[in-house]
């Protein structure tokens, strides 16, 4: 497979811009554009999927992936890919954002989990100082359950820590 | 490790779907599933079978005593109130101990010796029922009539473990401490609270207390008796002396020129001599009354008694997901014991790290995943084994899924809002 750099900046159509970074102490990641890539937003609390908590105002930036970068399978189909990441100061964090009744956990779970082996295959592990994985959704906000042994299998599969919430806290 | 199967029987039809029906009877053993799918029938049936099993090896009861007059159902099953679950021929019942096998088939029992009685030990069966309350709930239950025989049972055992009890203990909720006040047979609740101390009868107190703390007494009780009689018991177990006691059981009981009440007083007095060896704790609803917290903090009391011997068992029934979640803390938590003791780690990591793991769950509570299985029983009168990932118990358990199905079903709320407003 070609190698994909996922931090360019730039979607692979060559012109619509990937990356967006602020250091707002509150921001939100939305998807609400069909066809198009997740995006950051300062403005619309109600659109958001995800909330981030940037206490420490850090410079954040949010890479687009799904409709933005493209991976193939083998068969020329489309892989299936997470909406995005964000980083800062060499903290990665994936993100999946969903607005679905019923069978959003696997589906999640599942694109993420294509989604990390393939970024690491063209950026090195290494250079992140620590890797989570964010799935978001935002009907399904209110009641807790255990997730113990999908967030185990997660991190065998993927080495990174599986959170499933709406709200992204920095440390 | 024990095995149960169980068909037609209750509300349960054909049962366990793997392994040709057998339950397997692990260190720790789950049942989940709804109201009237049979969690209790196979608790009580595992109970049954387990105290004939022990009163066959120690010669307290024959073969034959058991398996004529249909004793089976209408005596010991009759005693769980199990009775009316059989349902005549179709009902199939098999449970494969170390000691023996009993078959219930075409409305008849058989019993068949099973060849390995060396490896059998000797267990304190408990059967703690769910209505174990309503014994603290009043002051004398000495003089209640009309309790079920499994309930009395356990008043006994409770009775004699507030009795035993030398100092009280401190109770691993509610920054509580239980006493008991032998000479009026009272037993009091003794605690802080901003507004001070307070000193409580266990029939005053909260519902959580008067479910947890019977609970909590005999199995404390029992496992630590155990524990203190092992090493004495193993010795006086051993070989020759079972064989001893075997054949002077068989004397008493051909003995035809003593009446059956002295053969009974002479079986007694002689099956003391086969010390229990472990204890097998079957707990009804460990959660009843009590805040999650306070869920977990009784589960790890109940994992650390059934670690005191080795061949302890634990079984529970439960609906609460939160007692399957706090045995998935403890069976991580044994994974990394487990992981520092066979791992080069330097030793002032291995130090911390157990520090960080007994701030989670203690040590004493841990358990290994292949030492759990967790059923679930559903509608169907179907029974099947709960996956799990590396040991631990798979979140597509009953209790989680419906706890995501609150999600679901607020999600369908939110979605009707939308129709009838949005536009």
Redesign the interface.
Not at chain 2, 315 to 331: K, Q
């Given at each position: 497979m070609a190698s994909i750099d996922f931090l360019s900046g730039t979607c692979q159509d060559g012109t619509t811009p990937a990356q967006e970074t602020t250091a707002a102490v509150e921001f939100g990641l939305c998807d609400d554009v069909p066809k198009s890539p997740a995006y950051l937003d300062l403005h619309s609390p109600g659109k958001w999927v995800a909330c981030v908590r940037n206490a420490k105002a850090y410079a954040v930036t949010f890479t687009s992936i799904d409709n933005c970068i493209e991976v193939r399978r083998a068969n020329g189909e489309m892989e299936s890919r997470c909406d995005g990441l964000l980083t800062y100061d060499d903290h990665l964090i994936f993100v999946e954002l969903k607005e679905k009744n019923r069978s959003w956990l696997e589906e999640g779970i599942g694109q993420l989990a294509i989604t990390i082996p393939l970024f690491f295959a063209n950026h090195a592990r290494e250079s992140f100082v620590s890797q989570k994985a964010y799935l978001a959704n935002s009907r399904h906000l209110l009641f807790q359950f255990s997730r113990t042994s999908r967030t185990q299998k997660f991190q065998d599969d993927t080495g990174v820590l599986l959170f499933v919430e709406a709200e992204i806290v920095l440390p | 490790m024990s095995q149960l199967k169980i068909q037609h029987f209750g509300p349960i039809e054909l049962g366990f779907n793997e392994n040709d029906g057998f339950m397997d009877f692990r260190k720790v053993t789950v049942l989940i599933g709804n109201q009237g799918t049979g969690k209790s029938s196979v608790a009580k049936l595992f109970a049954t079978m387990s105290w004939l099993e022990k009163a066959l090896f120690q010669g307290r009861l024959k073969p034959t005593y058991v398996t004529r007059y249909n004793r089976f159902v209408k005596e010991f099953c009759a005693y769980q109130n199990l009775k009316s679950y059989f349902r005549g021929d179709d009902t199939v019942i098999e449970y494969r101990g170390k000691a023996y096998t009993l078959i219930f088939e075409n409305n008849r029992l058989s019993i068949e010796e099973t060849g390995g009685p060396k490896a059998y030990r000797v267990p304190q069966i408990m059967y703690v029922p769910a209505e174990r309350n309503f014994l603290s709930a009043v002051d004398n239950p000495d003089k209640l009539k009309g309790l079920p025989q499994s309930l009395s049972a356990f008043w006994n055992e409770l009775s004699r473990s507030q009795q035993e009890i030398t100092d009280g203990f401190d109770l691993p909720v509610g920054n509580a401490r239980f006493e008991f006040d032998k000479s009026n047979k009272i037993p009091w609740i003794v605690g802080q609270k901003s507004g001070g101390k307070y000193r409580l009868r266990l029939s005053e107190a909260s519902s959580g207390f008067q479910s947890f703390v019977p609970l909590l007494l005999v199995s404390r009780n029992l496992a630590q008796s155990i524990y203190k009689e092992r090493d004495a018991s193993r010795s006086a177990l051993s070989g020759e002396e079972r064989k001893k006691i075997r054949s002077e059981v068989d004397k008493i009981l051909s003995n035809e020129k003593i009446s059956s009440e002295v053969k009974q007083t002479a079986l007694e007095t002689l099956s003391a001599r086969f010390k229990n060896e472990v204890f097998l704790n079957i707990v009804e609803e460990p959660e009843q009354n009590l805040f999650p917290q306070s869920q977990r903090a009784i589960l790890f009391q109940l994992l650390d008694f059934v670690n005191t011997t080795a061949e302890n068992e634990l079984v529970l029934t439960t609906h609460s997901?939160y007692v399957?979640?706090h045995l998935?803390l403890a069976i991580?938590g044994r994974e990394i014991l487990d992981r520092l003791a066979s791992a080069s780690v330097p030793q002032s990591v291995g130090i911390l790290a157990r520090q960080k793991l007994q701030a989670v769950v203690a040590s004493t509570a841990t358990v290994a995943g292949k030492d759990t299985v967790v059923y679930e029983l559903d509608e169907k009168g179907t029974i099947s084994r709960l996956d799990?990932?590396?040991g631990?118990?798979?979140?597509d358990n009953y209790l989680?899924k419906e706890?995501?199905e609150?999600?679901?079903l607020?999600?369908?709320l939110?979605?009707l809002e939308n129709e009838l407003w949005r536009a």
């Amino acid at each position: 497979m070609a190698s994909i750099d996922f931090l360019s900046g730039t979607c692979q159509d060559g012109t619509t811009p990937a990356q967006e970074t602020t250091a707002a102490v509150e921001f939100g990641l939305c998807d609400d554009v069909p066809k198009s890539p997740a995006y950051l937003d300062l403005h619309s609390p109600g659109k958001w999927v995800a909330c981030v908590r940037n206490a420490k105002a850090y410079a954040v930036t949010f890479t687009s992936i799904d409709n933005c970068i493209e991976v193939r399978r083998a068969n020329g189909e489309m892989e299936s890919r997470c909406d995005g990441l964000l980083t800062y100061d060499d903290h990665l964090i994936f993100v999946e954002l969903k607005e679905k009744n019923r069978s959003w956990l696997e589906e999640g779970i599942g694109q993420l989990a294509i989604t990390i082996p393939l970024f690491f295959a063209n950026h090195a592990r290494e250079s992140f100082v620590s890797q989570k994985a964010y799935l978001a959704n935002s009907r399904h906000l209110l009641f807790q359950f255990s997730r113990t042994s999908r967030t185990q299998k997660f991190q065998d599969d993927t080495g990174v820590l599986l959170f499933v919430e709406a709200e992204i806290v920095l440390p | 490790m024990s095995q149960l199967k169980i068909q037609h029987f209750g509300p349960i039809e054909l049962g366990f779907n793997e392994n040709d029906g057998f339950m397997d009877f692990r260190k720790v053993t789950v049942l989940i599933g709804n109201q009237g799918t049979g969690k209790s029938s196979v608790a009580k049936l595992f109970a049954t079978m387990s105290w004939l099993e022990k009163a066959l090896f120690q010669g307290r009861l024959k073969p034959t005593y058991v398996t004529r007059y249909n004793r089976f159902v209408k005596e010991f099953c009759a005693y769980q109130n199990l009775k009316s679950y059989f349902r005549g021929d179709d009902t199939v019942i098999e449970y494969r101990g170390k000691a023996y096998t009993l078959i219930f088939e075409n409305n008849r029992l058989s019993i068949e010796e099973t060849g390995g009685p060396k490896a059998y030990r000797v267990p304190q069966i408990m059967y703690v029922p769910a209505e174990r309350n309503f014994l603290s709930a009043v002051d004398n239950p000495d003089k209640l009539k009309g309790l079920p025989q499994s309930l009395s049972a356990f008043w006994n055992e409770l009775s004699r473990s507030q009795q035993e009890i030398t100092d009280g203990f401190d109770l691993p909720v509610g920054n509580a401490r239980f006493e008991f006040d032998k000479s009026n047979k009272i037993p009091w609740i003794v605690g802080q609270k901003s507004g001070g101390k307070y000193r409580l009868r266990l029939s005053e107190a909260s519902s959580g207390f008067q479910s947890f703390v019977p609970l909590l007494l005999v199995s404390r009780n029992l496992a630590q008796s155990i524990y203190k009689e092992r090493d004495a018991s193993r010795s006086a177990l051993s070989g020759e002396e079972r064989k001893k006691i075997r054949s002077e059981v068989d004397k008493i009981l051909s003995n035809e020129k003593i009446s059956s009440e002295v053969k009974q007083t002479a079986l007694e007095t002689l099956s003391a001599r086969f010390k229990n060896e472990v204890f097998l704790n079957i707990v009804e609803e460990p959660e009843q009354n009590l805040f999650p917290q306070s869920q977990r903090a009784i589960l790890f009391q109940l994992l650390d008694f059934v670690n005191t011997t080795a061949e302890n068992e634990l079984v529970l029934t439960t609906h609460s997901p939160y007692v399957i979640n706090h045995l998935t803390l403890a069976i991580k938590g044994r994974e990394i014991l487990d992981r520092l003791a066979s791992a080069s780690v330097p030793q002032s990591v291995g130090i911390l790290a157990r520090q960080k793991l007994q701030a989670v769950v203690a040590s004493t509570a841990t358990v290994a995943g292949k030492d759990t299985v967790v059923y679930e029983l559903d509608e169907k009168g179907t029974i099947s084994r709960l996956d799990t990932y590396k040991g631990l118990p798979s979140d597509d358990n009953y209790l989680n899924k419906e706890l995501e199905e609150a999600n679901n079903l607020f999600a369908d709320l939110l979605d009707l809002e939308n129709e009838l407003w949005r536009a």
